[in-house]
């Protein structure tokens, strides 16, 4: 039992394109430690060397990886099912993992894993990975893809940062809408991992901690079933659920206010550890 309390959960955190995987962990470092203390984080480096220009040379030291490459409408992928069975590979090898993370194009690639073991095409001998955390991520356009990864509502529970200033607002978006009752961190700026104040942290920190006791109470639950007899009556599951639930029927809107960076270029605002003025963050549970 107490071992079970012990042990964290796992994220696999995936970076944005031609990044790296300590890069991403030096973007998230900017949030408060409460809001992941809970959580084991991996930072695995992309598939394949950047192709090409990395944004951020001369802001975060080489060497830069991406996952996979595309087309400028992205709509056509290249090297995908090479990344999809790799990182399925690296889930089975080094988890199991909890939730997903991920940064642009690596928050899309977390996205269409856990679309794609919801609908059973991938990772079929994994547990369900329960949650997302996507920073602008954005949904695949391929017809063929869409059809299966977005084919239902993706039940995973799910919060998106979305900046008023992303290229890939909409995007991100069109990604929040394809899961089941998503949380929506709106931002005044692009496409950065954004800073944020005190209510923010607060606000994330609650998501997480209801997905912690999510599964200690399934956890202890299983166990407490294992050691009493098969007609004794488990726990209402229904009532574990509501602690976890973020949304009610019908939605509702509230502000709150977080850190905007400095105007600066998006690759430089991610890297700087200056303290940042007030702004306002819509947020919609």
């Not at 030291?61 to 056509?76: A, I, V």
């Not at 609650?206 to 166990?223: A, G, P």
């Not at 294992?226 to 639930?245: F, H, K, Q, R, V």
């Not at 009610?248 to 977080?258: C, I, K, M």
Request: aromatic share 10%; charged share 25%.
């Amino acid at each position: 039992m107490e071992e079970l309390k012990e042990k964290k959960m796992k994220i696999l955190c995936l970076h944005g394109f031609r990044t790296s995987g300590a890069f991403l962990k030096k973007q998230i470092s900017k949030w408060d430690p409460s809001v992941f203390q809970e959580f084991d984080m991996v930072f695995p480096d992309g598939l394949f060397p950047a192709g090409g220009k990395s944004d951020i040379e001369g802001i975060f030291p080489p060497p830069y990886f991406e996952w996979f490459q595309f087309n400028k409408d992205f709509t056509e992928y290249t090297n995908l099912d090479e990344c999809i069975s790799h990182l399925c590979n690296y889930i089975m090898t080094n988890g199991p993992f909890d939730g997903l993370l991920g940064f642009s194009q690596g928050a899309t690639l977390s996205a269409l894993l856990i679309g794609y073991q919801a609908q059973g095409k991938v990772l079929k001998d994994h547990p369900p990975i329960k949650f997302l955390v996507s920073v602008s991520g954005s949904k695949f356009r391929d017809p063929k893809i869409c059809d299966v990864a977005y084919k239902d509502p993706i039940k995973a529970k799910s919060v998106h940062f979305i900046g008023e200033k992303d290229w890939l607002k909409i995007p991100s978006e069109e990604l929040a809408a394809a899961f089941d009752s998503p949380l929506l961190l709106r931002h005044p700026q692009g496409h950065t991992v954004p800073r944020l104040d005190e209510n923010a942290v607060k606000l994330l920190a609650e998501w997480t901690k209801s997905i912690v006791q999510v599964t200690n109470t399934n956890s202890t639950c299983d166990v407490e079933k294992s050691e009493t007899e098969p007609t004794a009556t488990g726990i209402n599951l229904a009532d574990i659920n509501d602690i976890a639930t973020e949304a009610a029927e019908g939605s509702s809107t509230v502000s709150v206010p977080t850190g905007a960076g400095k105007n600066l270029a998006d690759t430089k605002d991610v890297a700087t550890e200056a303290p940042e003025g007030p702004s306002t963050v819509s947020v919609r549970v």
